[in-house]
């Protein structure tokens, strides 16, 4: 199939379609799109493509992604130093900061174990957890990974690392979610609702 | 809700979220993998947004995207000049270069006639193609508009313009699509299918 669209249209369609979760159809009206915006807007928006992977990197504390020395969260006095919160991605943290009850600080593995597609530990921000936890002042570490098989063997591994430091380490509590019905809960989940049941 | 995000990440995500079929938590997934791509990658991305929106242009016979002079329909000599098939988007020209059966040339309106959405027709390119017709030459013109409200009157409108100057007008046949089942279709196309029936 000949292609009758304008080269820089089809390089940027390309450049559309790896983006996670865009097709080549959703490329093409972006690319599109881009073609009716002002002239400033998409120099804006290039710009903001280049600002972001050019001056956001890692926090030197958790990992988490920050412009600053320091992520927002590592920088407030306030929060508690001595828990941290080991998370996959930095868009966990965003959850956890939505229910407004956690205090402590975070860490940010940035993946999970995974053989079958090549993750292994070392390709995890495993090392500076470690470190962080052996320097001391840590009293408890919740493993907040996924609750899927890579999220289970990622803190079971983690676990084993940290114990022999002295430091608790707690997993987040698995159950039915709230609002839930228990007919169409999950075997699993059902099973890990019983398992887990608290007194009243 | 305090945004926890680095502030260049909140940016681009924003710039994410302002284009077509994109919420904020895909703008948000597609922020966190620009982070995670090759500043290399990201620098040919900019650039890609940046030529196609600063090199793209109409094309200066029938207003399709190109980056040349003249798009390669109207500049293919094999394309028979005197057929124009009037169309909403460059997007529906791929839809007919597809079928491989249409030899004919294009013009595109960059959008339909919809005083609802302010959308006049002094804002289509339909000078352009009356231009284009009073110049001589053109045997007969498509009108390829979808079968909507506003492509029917579209359709109609430009017609109107066009009849006074001698040319054959046509619109696409509406009926079953190939391959629909009669218990699916809808009233309106099953009517249409019934009112236009060929002799077999």
Redesign the interface.
């Known amino acids: 199939?000949?292609n009758?669209?304008?080269?820089?249209?089809v390089?940027?369609t390309e450049?559309f379609a790896?983006?996670?979760?865009i097709g080549m159809k959703?490329a093409?009206?972006?690319?599109?799109?881009?073609?009716s915006?002002d002239?400033a807007?998409?120099?804006?928006?290039?710009?903001?493509?280049?600002?972001?992977?050019?001056?956001?990197h890692f926090c030197q504390c958790c990992e988490?992604?920050?412009?600053?020395a320091l992520?927002?969260?590592c920088e407030d006095a306030a929060r508690d130093k001595s828990l941290i919160c080991v998370v996959e991605?930095?868009?966990d943290?965003?959850a956890f900061?939505?229910t407004g009850e956690y205090n402590g600080v975070y860490h940010v593995l940035h993946g999970l174990i995974s053989p079958l597609k090549n993750v292994l530990p070392d390709d995890l921000k495993i090392r500076s957890l470690i470190e962080r936890v052996r320097q001391g002042g840590i009293k408890e570490v919740i493993m907040a990974t996924n609750p899927t098989v890579e999220g289970d063997a990622t803190a079971a591994y983690i676990s084993q690392l940290l114990k022999p430091l002295g430091v608790k380490v707690t997993r987040l509590a698995f159950g039915l979610p709230v609002g839930a019905m228990l007919e169409y809960a999950d075997e699993v989940t059902l099973y890990k609702a019983l398992e887990n049941r608290n007194a009243m």
Chains 1, 2 share one sequence.
């Open positions: 199939m000949a009758h669209d304008a080269l820089p249209l390089v940027l450049q790896k983006l996670p979760g959703s093409a009206r972006l690319a599109y799109h881009v073609m915006m002239a807007d998409v120099q804006t928006f290039a710009q903001a493509l280049l600002n972001a992977r050019n001056t956001v988490n992604l920050t412009d600053q992520c927002p969260v991605t930095p868009k943290i965003a900061e939505r």
